[in-house]
């Protein structure tokens, strides 16, 4: 919620960030490590709203941590770490928390190259598919412009996309078995919103065609909840943002799912909010309640920090796949993954 107010241009809550600065301290035995339910998320929240030295003292406490149990995930797992830990080694410069961001993306590497999610039972998408991996490693990528990591995204990307199928009108979506799942979260627009940024580094004509129907996706007369990664501001945010250059992502599509967002608001102490997962009540949070909506809603209006974690707007796309100038050799580069491809 802190990160959503600040970065949808609503001013800081300062007594928000105190609160959580108050509890923070000595973090009891047994809290989470990951970015969506513990340390690594709480330590990048906070550097991003420029309390860098508790950021710090968790990170030290995430250092402390084996990752070797984790899920290869975004939303608990070394993914997510491996994201966290990279964005403040580059704020504060501290090489101990670059070599641990490196050692999450080794541990994701892994599971990306056993072929993990791609068949058989498992999760697709954004925070727990191989979407969330192929993250970790385009945003490496840009860093050290090693095309063995561009590779892994890739071969990431596959998976999750091994997992979609085509329904009414060719809207691509994630196949559960029982169901099919367009969100951000946990279904094809999450995929999508990886896709876009793989696709500014290289051209890929199968994730060109998933790209423009996972915006059909998007584009449901109706979605059950509102939330961000299980509703409809998830659409909104992505319209916003997506670089598909198909039909369905100018403004007026971005209007009929802000329109359609509307239906869901309520009234609560005299201002706007939205019922959280499954309706069951108010909710606040970033991920199905208000603050999501509100960034999403922000991004939609043109606030140029309003964004998800990890997710800034896309560069433009480039016509070629040759590697740049500057490229990380593997002596140099501390990943080495073997049985890489090409």
């Known amino acids: 919620m802190l990160y959503a107010l600040a970065a949808s241009g609503a001013g800081r809550d300062e007594d928000g960030e105190q609160w959580l600065l108050e509890r923070t301290k000595q973090p009891p035995s047994g809290t989470p490590l990951g970015f969506h339910d513990g ?35 975004l939303h608990s797992g070394t993914a997510g770490l491996g994201l966290a830990l990279d964005s403040l080694a580059a704020a504060t410069g501290e090489t101990a928390l670059r070599a641990a961001a490196l050692r999450c993306a080794e541990l994701t590497a892994r599971s990306v190259q056993a072929g993990d999610g791609s068949t058989g039972p498992g999760r697709a998408g954004l925070l727990y598919g191989a979407a969330g991996r192929a993250l970790l490693f385009l945003r490496l990528y840009e860093r050290d412009r090693d095309p063995a990591l561009l590779d892994l995204a890739r071969d990431a990307l596959r998976q999750d996309l091994a997992r979609c199928v085509r329904g009414a009108g060719g809207a691509l979506q994630v196949d559960e078995g029982w169901r099919t799942m367009p969100y951000l979260g946990a279904g094809s627009v999450g995929i999508g919103m990886v896709l876009d940024d793989y696709l500014a580094h290289r051209e890929d004509e199968r994730f060109a065609r998933a790209q423009g129907e996972i ?3 998007a584009q449901a007369m109706f979605y059950a909840q509102p939330g961000l990664y299980r509703g409809v501001s998830g659409m909104v945010l992505h319209l916003a943002r997506t670089t598909a250059g198909v039909p369905g992502t100018g403004p007026e599509a971005v209007r009929r799912q802000l329109d359609a967002l509307s239906w869901h608001a309520m009234s609560y102490r005299g201002r706007l909010a939205f019922p959280g997962e499954q309706m069951m009540r108010l909710s606040m949070d970033l991920s199905t309640g208000t603050a999501g909506c509100l960034l999403a809603v922000a ?7 309003a964004r998800l974690p990890f997710l800034p707007p896309p560069p433009p796309r480039r016509p070629h796949d040759s590697a740049p100038a500057g490229v990380v050799s593997k002596k140099e580069n501390p990943l080495s993954y073997e049985g890489k491809t090409s």
């Open 215 to 217: 915006v059909a996706a």
């Open 299 to 305: 991004a939609a209006h043109g606030a140029p920090s």
């Open 39 to 73: 340390l690594a998320g709480i330590a990048w929240t906070l550097e991003h709203l420029g309390h860098r030295d508790r950021a710090l003292d968790l990170a030290e406490l995430l250092l402390d941590q084996p990752f070797d149990h984790l899920a290869p995930d």
